[in-house]
């Protein structure tokens, strides 16, 4: 009786979190005046339209392109700027050590409003506003610290001792780091690099205020859906729908990292 009452429990839980994605994919099958109008669980005049409209349009297409290239970038960054910096945490003691590791979070924990102004203002003057890049280096003031934050846990789980005898073996710094120790913390890797991607996909503010016409990503051209008809209610569904794509994907090639991420890492 009471793994019925469990069993029920938990098909009412699923049931309710994939509610919202099942409604908005039945509405990406729908046109504006159907969803307006009719209440069902089904369409009623099934239609490609939305998607057609979407992969045809420069305007939709080249939106997921330029969020694809400042995601991408800002992953790899964070990555590279991360991994000997969280080694330095892990591994040495020096003046203001905690201090610095505290600052860094403080980044992480200020709203990206504060630094919409000066990084606009930056951007403008040096000739970096509205490229994919200057979106990348303002998300890596939060990714980065988040970075350091995962990685210095699992790097601190890793015995001092295999450093010691690696460099007893006559091994090179930048040899023993990339050949030994980072498939060691290979699934800190994917975890972090799984955050990273995850906050700089779906970040609007500062992806929408510091672009404008060749490097919009996908989320600004999202809230730009209102014509003289109205809202296009059926474009947005759509066009919501394949902004999840990307981030399922990437869950599904990280999620035995995620596992131990979870167990072992500071998630």
């Known amino acids: 009786m009471r793994m019925k009452k469990r069993t029920v429990a938990l098909l009412c839980y699923l049931i309710f979190l994939l509610l919202p994605i099942y409604w908005l994919v039945n509405m990406s099958f729908k046109t504006t005046d159907e969803i307006l109008s009719v ?11 939305n998607y057609a409209m979407i992969f045809t349009d420069p305007s939709w297409y080249t939106g997921y392109i330029n969020s694809m290239k400042y995601v991408a970038l ?37 709203p990206p409003a504060v630094f919409l102004l000066p990084f606009f203002n930056f951007y403008q003057t040096v000739g970096l506003f509205d490229t994919s890049i200057a979106v990348a280096l303002a998300h890596c003031l939060f990714n980065v610290p988040l970075a350091v934050w995962i990685l210095e846990g699992f790097m601190s789980g890793v015995p001092k001792e295999i450093d010691e005898t690696a460099f ?7 040899r023993f780091f990339t050949t030994i ?26 992806a929408r205020t510091l672009t404008a016409v060749n490097a919009k990503p996908i989320a600004a051209t999202m809230t ?30 990280v999620r035995n990292y995620m596992a131990k991420g979870f167990a072992l890492g500071r998630v």
Do not use: Q
Request: charged share 10%; with cysteine.
């Open 74 to 110: 800002n992953t790899i960054i964070s990555l590279t700027v991360a991994l000997p910096a969280a080694y330095g945490f892990s591994r040495y003691n020096f003046l203001g050590d905690k201090h610095m590791f505290f600052w860094l979070l403080t980044n992480k924990m200020a």
């Open 181 to 206: 120790f980072i498939p060691l913390i290979r699934a800190g890797i994917g975890v972090t690099a799984f955050f990273c991607f995850m906050f700089s996909w779906v970040e609007l503010l500062l």
């Open 39 to 49: 209440f069902n669980l089904l369409p009623e005049n099934f239609t490609w339209a």
């Open 168 to 174: 007893i073996d006559g091994y090179s710094f930048p």
């Open 224 to 253: 730009r859906t209102v014509s003289a008809s109205g809202m296009d209610w059926g474009g947005l569904a759509a066009a919501g729908v394949l902004t999840m794509i990307p981030g399922a994907i990437v869950i599904w090639f």
